[in-house]
């Protein structure tokens, strides 16, 4: 499968833990978007990469941080969590920037829950 | 700022209903806006984007720059048309991130 890859598909930890979710984009895109979807939110962005740069960040809580990597795959990571953390996060990819096409290509999401 | 607002959280119809989601935003430039849709089980994908004028699986949306408003209509539901349905519109102006609005949940009953 050549598309968005994401893992873990699914994470239980306590408040106050530090987690990892990783982010593979499809082959060739460039962009990647992380997106979180707490309950009856919608897509909430998070922060985008381009090609290894920060490209745009959105409402991103400083106890979060990201980075693509050379290869290009992103990871996520959340730390000092809290129950409000809980939530499904979203990957996406683009080839470029996604105002070339507006399409974005999505992953199946990381369930997290803080317990 | 950009917003994007999917004022019905379930919209629930009968098969052959004329169906329509709404999504209405807010931008104050030239907005570009898309339909994303996911079926059970399955990853959230780009159904159509208002600026290919096209038809999918029976869905159209228009946009309404008046009225700023890009509600997705099909005349006649189908069963397989039961998903999510998320709004979104694009920003410019160098960033180019989309805004996804909260999400329609559509239900087509047999």
């Known amino acids: 499968d050549s598309g968005v890859t994401q893992t873990p598909k699914h994470l239980i930890t306590a408040t106050g833990q530090r987690v990892t979710l990783r982010c593979s984009p499809r082959?060739?895109?460039?962009?990647v978007y992380w997106y979180q979807q707490s309950l009856d939110q919608g897509l909430q962005f998070l922060i985008q990469?381009?090609?290894?740069?920060?490209?745009a960040k959105g409402n991103i809580l400083e106890r979060f941080s990201a980075q693509q990597f050379p290869d290009l795959h992103s990871e996520l990571n959340l730390s000092s969590l809290e129950l409000g953390d809980s939530a499904l996060y979203f990957c996406?990819?683009?080839?470029?920037?996604?105002?070339?096409?507006?399409?974005?290509?999505f992953g199946e999401g990381s369930r997290l829950t803080v317990l | 700022a950009q917003r994007v607002t999917q004022p019905e959280k379930l919209l629930s119809v009968f098969k052959g209903a004329p169906v329509e989601l709404k999504c209405n935003y807010s931008y104050s430039g030239s907005p570009e806006l898309f339909w994303y849709v996911q079926y059970s089980r399955q990853r959230l994908q780009l159904l159509l984007r208002?600026?290919s004028r096209e038809s999918i699986k029976g869905f159209t949306a228009d946009l309404n720059k008046g009225e700023t408003s890009f509600h997705l209509k099909k005349p006649f539901a189908q069963e397989e048309d039961s998903a999510m349905y998320y709004c979104?519109?694009?920003?410019?102006?160098?960033?180019?991130?989309?805004?996804f609005g909260r999400g329609t949940s559509l239900i087509v009953h047999p």
């Open positions: 208002h600026i």
């Open positions: 979104a519109l694009l920003s410019s102006g160098g960033s180019y991130i989309p805004t």
């Open positions: 082959s060739g895109d460039l962009s």
């Open positions: 996406a990819s683009s080839p470029g920037l996604a105002g070339s096409t507006g399409e974005l290509f």
């Open positions: 990469y381009y090609n290894g740069e920060e490209r």
